[in-house]
Every structure is written in C-alpha cells, then in structure tokens.
C-alpha cells in the first residue's frame, strides 16, 4: 500500500518558483504510475500532471504545460513537482496520488498548501 | 480532449431519498471513469472504479453504471453522512478529467 506524504509547499510571489515532494513511506512507489492533482479555494479537484511508473513518459494539464515538470527518484521512493512562473491562479492545495481508475487501487497524500501571492 | 459535464451541479434531498448524479462525455469512452466523494477539508474519496465497480468498503447503497457517454452514480437511500460533494473522473489516455461536482445538499 502507497503512504504518501507531500511536502515543499509554501507562500511564494508571483513568478516564483517552488519544488513540492511527494515521499512514500512504503517503499513502492516505484511500481506506480502518479499524479499530481491540485484542489483550489472553493473549486473541485484538476488533474495537473501524470508520469509513468519507470519515469520515461509525463504529461500535463494544458494550464500549467511549460511551466511545471514532474519527475520521479525510484530509488528514493519520492516523487517531485517543480513549479516555475507561479502565478495566483495555481494558488491550491496540490495532492499527490495513484488514481488510475480501471483498478481498485486508488491512494492520495493528504495534500501540501501552495500559496501564490505579492 | 474529452469534455465531461456533470449534472446537476447541486442537489437537495432528504434522508432516505434516492438519487442519481450524471456525467456525460463529449465523445464516447470505454469504462474509464470513476467516482469521487468529498468532505469539507479531507481528500476525495473514491466510490466506484472502472464505471461500476464498488470500491472496498464502501456501502452497497452506492452504484455505478453506464457506458458510452453518459455514465451515473445513484445512491439507493442517502444517508446523513452522504451529504457531500460528488465528482466523476475519466481518464482519457494519458489525462485525467474530473467533473464540474455536485454538491448533495440536506433538503
């Protein structure tokens, strides 16, 4: 079983930059395709980002497409979110999980605050 | 890509009642979708997978069906801890789409 614990978040001016980390702490990571998936103020959930299980394919939502890069350390069993050219909107509390919906396997950390704000 | 309109966007119902949430895709999809509930301040948590599947543990009182484009969450007699808000997530090759949300109101 994933246990997730996201990290890295924070206040930041628009334009900023900032890393968020997602850590399993059960050491398997490394056998499933992730997620970010971020959550504003008052809005429903919007998948952000998505990267294979070995690293080799990413993919991203077209809000935040040359902006943020999601990568992954198998060896450190942590999964990362660079977020470049922040701005007001990606203000939301970001998640990292497996939601790969044709499985019953369906895990989320409990989420890290990014705030973008002067 | 894939569209996913979920209707109605907010409902009241009374303890017992029985009620059914719709998303409807732009263009037909296999059973890729699966359904969310959510509390004020906890993460989403998933119902149904794969269209119709239950998840484990949750209640029978839930379901799932459809197929093509228009896919449905009914739950059979809603109970106090029902009150939420739902969302539908497809996953069209490699991206993922939630739904607008409905938010399941106490009439």
């Known amino acids: 079983e994933l246990k997730l614990v996201e990290s890295g978040g924070g206040l930041v001016q628009p334009g900023g930059s900032l890393r968020l980390s997602c850590a399993d702490s059960g050491f398997i990571l490394g056998r499933y395709a992730m997620s970010w998936v971020r959550q504003a103020p008052g809005k429903g959930p919007e998948w952000v980002s998505g990267?294979?299980?070995?690293?080799?394919?990413?993919h991203y939502a077209d809000s935040v497409r040359g902006r943020f890069t999601i990568s992954r350390d198998n060896s450190k069993n942590t999964l990362y979110l660079q977020m470049n050219s922040l701005r007001a909107e990606d203000t939301a509390v970001y998640y990292c999980?497996?939601?790969?919906?044709?499985?019953?396997?369906?895990?989320w950390g409990q989420g890290t605050q990014v705030t973008v704000s002067a | 890509d894939i569209q996913m309109t979920q209707s109605p966007s907010s409902l009241s119902a009374s303890v017992g009642d029985r009620i059914t949430i719709t998303c409807r895709a732009s263009?037909?999809?296999?059973?890729?979708l699966g359904w969310y509930q959510q509390k004020p301040g906890k993460v989403p948590k998933r119902l149904i997978y794969a269209a119709s599947s239950l998840q484990s543990g949750v209640p029978s009182r839930f379901s799932g069906s459809g197929s093509g484009t228009e896919f449905t969450l009914t739950i059979s007699s809603l109970q106090p801890e029902d009150f939420a808000t739902y969302y539908c997530?497809?996953?069209?090759?490699?991206?993922?789409?939630f739904g607008g949300g409905t938010k399941v109101e106490i009439k």
């Open positions: 997530l497809l996953h069209d090759s490699h991206l993922f789409t």
């Open positions: 999980a497996h939601i790969i919906v044709l499985v019953a396997a369906d895990y």
């Open positions: 263009q037909g999809i296999t059973n890729d």
């Open positions: 990267i294979s299980a070995s690293g080799d394919t990413t």
